[in-house]
């Protein structure tokens, strides 16, 4: 804190302006907003709510993010977070890989599907983009929490595992 002195100054004044800036509020502020964004960067990732089945297979390493493609329990498609329709999906693919640069190699697609919706609807999407031309096509998988038993129900009050991308079986 700055604070004259007495017998100091001459007469000029009682308070002398201070010269330090005072960093703690600043700090307690960035620390704030440090927790802030900690809590809500998980919650942007997919907004389609989709209940992933569970596997024990292992992720995938990849370069360049992927094309998400999701099926809800309704059976809508939603390409990323967007609703489109089944006869339209390939032609907006086709849109996203005319904007890549040019050389690139082509981006995995990823498609989730709602383990409530039936078998069939996932192979009709999977096998319209394949139809497309586009080849590195994968199904997301729920990983199982570690320790847990496979087909066992998840506990109660236990995040979500992120999910995996599963290699396609050829």
């Avoid at 927790?35 to 990849?62: E, R, S, W, Y």
């Avoid at 609807?121 to 199904?139: K, P, Y």
């Amino acid at each position: 804190m700055a604070m004259a002195m007495p017998g100091r100054g001459g007469g000029r004044g009682r308070y002398k302006p201070m010269a330090e800036i005072n960093v703690t509020p600043m700090v307690d502020v960035m620390l704030v907003l440090l927790i802030i964004f900690m809590v809500a960067a998980p919650l942007m990732t997919v907004g389609v709510a989709v209940d992933l089945p569970k596997t024990n297979a292992a992720p995938i390493n990849q370069d360049a993010e992927p094309i998400t493609i999701s099926i809800n329990p309704e059976g809508k498609v939603f390409l990323q977070e967007t609703e489109v329709e089944l006869s339209a999906l390939v032609e907006q693919l086709r849109a996203i890989g005319r904007s890549q640069p040019a050389g690139a190699p082509e981006r995995r697609i990823f498609v989730r599907g709602d383990k409530a919706i039936s078998y069939g609807r996932v192979m009709e999407v999977m096998g319209t983009i394949n139809a497309g031309g586009f080849s590195r096509v994968a199904l997301l998988a729920e990983q199982p929490a570690p320790g847990a038993t496979p087909g066992a129900a998840p506990a109660r009050n236990t995040p979500p595992a992120r999910p995996a991308p599963r290699a396609p079986q050829r």
